[in-house]
């Protein structure tokens, strides 16, 4: 292709990366851009056993001795109405938190504890009073035990509990809320099962019932969307995935396909059954060649095919480089360290490094570029708006003398996702919304408070809770003025 030549010289000019010249205007956030913060229940709120809340599967989990349990949390529970006047002070037009279904059914199914109905319609009138629009997640990773002691999501009675609390859910808060996101990250959990936690005396499933398990939440999903649909006209309702996009580690055509396989089994599988109410072809294949595919009732391909999202949300953190397996164990391999998070899969793909990314002190990749990416494939494929629900950057902050906290490192992190998020609206991706994790410190899901996220610092250690009191960081004041500028001054 021929270019312009002084087109040329301005490119051969720009660093890599930076191709956004090829635009002569950058488009402009929109307008009613839902600029937000996230968080969820059993990370945020403490108060564990309080006011009738029942025990989750989180609560039931051996925990690691070296760090923090969720039994306090950063206290939001009791403090909440300090927190969301500092998300005011902030500028937040949007807060992304979960509800506990404990607390709302603390069996998971039967009698509803008033006082966790209280407790989230005060948090909603407490939002909705400064118009900080609330974004509800129905179910971040806490199952109720009681439930996950009948089998969990692999017994269908699950999606029956499901359907009930989400019912409650609507009439209690249906005419308060407009957006409503179904399951936090679904394939975390069908992925890396025990990444969340097993509670004590449980195994890890087998994939064969994992992928069951998988079929079940995406039947209670796509029930979940209709009957919000019924019940709240005027809401809208996606899932919540976490969703990247794959690069081959070289041009070899083979890891061209194993970085689609896994860009496939990990992220398309579960959203193409959201949006398309199919399953994904290439993942059916795979599932079927490996005797892993779920029993299907009759109705059931019926009723997912009939449920529709109104929006994808997507949790992006970073991009993964994949080649094409070698075909033994040496594919496997733990996500930076994390034994956890195993990676790899023989005949599948294995996990490989990208030299052109950076990586946090975690070891998790850092590339905003991959965001815009992801969010051209995302819409190119659905669509459909897209809500960004989580993307951040954990780090062990340190409050230095007169509660100062430096954490520049999250205002490049952010601002440079931001850069190449307007470059995806540029592009013509139809962004609604950006929620950073987090709002506020909360427990990490593995690194408890050594590794924090919010724009609020928590002041507790590990295991002294100390006063708990709220400190802004330098970036809360950095985003405030992003906010305030509607992403104009970056
Ligand atoms: C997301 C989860 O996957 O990543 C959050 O939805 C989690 O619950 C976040 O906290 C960050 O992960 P981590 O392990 O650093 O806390």
């Known amino acids: 292709m021929k270019l312009r030549s002084d087109l040329k010289t301005k490119i051969f000019k720009l660093k890599r990366g930076d191709y956004k010249m090829i635009y002569n205007n950058i488009k402009e956030f929109p307008e009613n851009f839902l600029w937000g913060a996230s968080t969820s229940a059993y990370q945020v709120e403490g108060a564990s056993n ?9 609560d039931m989990c051996d925990h690691p001795k070296e760090t923090s349990d969720f039994k306090v949390a950063s206290d939001h529970y009791h403090r909440f109405k300090e927190d969301v006047k500092l998300f005011a002070d902030l500028g937040l037009k949007a807060y992304r938190f979960s509800i506990a279904w404990t607390r709302i059914i603390p069996n998971g199914i039967g009698d509803i504890n ?17 118009g900080i629009e609330p974004i509800v997640t129905m179910f971040h990773f806490d199952l109720p035990y009681a439930l996950e002691e009948k089998g969990g999501w692999g017994n ?24 409503w996101l ?18 004590k005396g449980f195994e890890i499933p087998t994939k064969k019932e994992i992928y069951q398990q998988n079929h079940h939440m995406l039947l209670a999903q796509a029930r979940v969307m ?17 969703t990247t996009a794959m690069y081959g580690e070289t041009c070899n055509p083979n890891d061209a396909i194993a970085a689609h396989n896994w860009e496939t089994i990990r992220c398309w599988s ?22 892993l595919e779920p029993n299907i009732l009759e109705g059931d391909m019926e009723e997912m095919a009939s449920a529709r999202p109104d929006f994808i949300a997507i949790n992006y953190y970073s991009t993964a480089t994949i080649a094409a397996s070698k075909g033994d164990t040496s594919d496997i391999s733990a996500r930076a360290g994390d034994q956890q998070i195993m990676l790899g899969e023989q005949g599948v793909y294995r996990a490989a490094e ?7 002190k975690y070891g998790w990749v850092i590339d905003p570029v991959g965001l815009r990416l992801t969010l051209r494939k995302v819409y190119e494929r659905y669509n459909l708006p897209i809500l960004i629900t989580e993307n951040g950057i954990g780090a062990p902050d340190v409050v230095e003398e007169n509660d100062v906290i430096n954490d520049d490192y999250r205002i490049d992190y952010i601002k440079k996702h931001l850069e190449q998020l307007q470059l995806a609206i540029t592009d013509g991706v139809k962004v609604i919304g950006y929620c950073p994790w987090s709002a506020i410190d909360v427990v990490s899901t593995h ?23 709220r400190i802004k960081k330098k970036s809360f004041n950095w985003y405030k003025n992003v906010i305030a500028t509607n992403g104009k001054v970056l």
Not at 121 to 128: A, V, Y
Not at 279 to 286: A, E, G, K
Request: overall charge negative.
């Open 447 to 469: 690194q408890g408070y050594g590794k924090r996220y919010g724009f609020i610092y928590v002041n507790r250690d590990e295991f002294d809770l100390k006063d708990l009191r």
């Open 354 to 360: 990208n030299p052109y990314v950076d990586k946090t």
């Open 156 to 179: 269908r009675e699950t999606i029956d509990a499901f359907i009930e609390y989400a019912k409650v859910l609507f009439e209690c808060f249906g005419s308060k809320v407009k957006y």
């Open 114 to 130: 008033e006082k966790g109905i209280k407790f989230y319609n005060d948090l909603i009138d407490e939002l909705n009073s400064y």
């Open 50 to 58: 309080e006011d009738g809340k029942g025990m989750s599967v989180i």
């Open 226 to 242: 209709n009957l919000c649909h019924k019940m709240c006209p005027d809401s809208k309702i996606g899932p919540a995935v976490n």
């Open 182 to 199: 179904t399951i936090n990250e679904q394939n975390t959990m069908i992925l890396h099962p025990g990444a969340i936690g097993i509670p």
């Open 270 to 291: 579960f959203l193409d059954v959201a949006a398309f109410g199919r399953y994904n072809s290439l993942s059916w294949s795979y599932l079927v060649d490996r005797g």
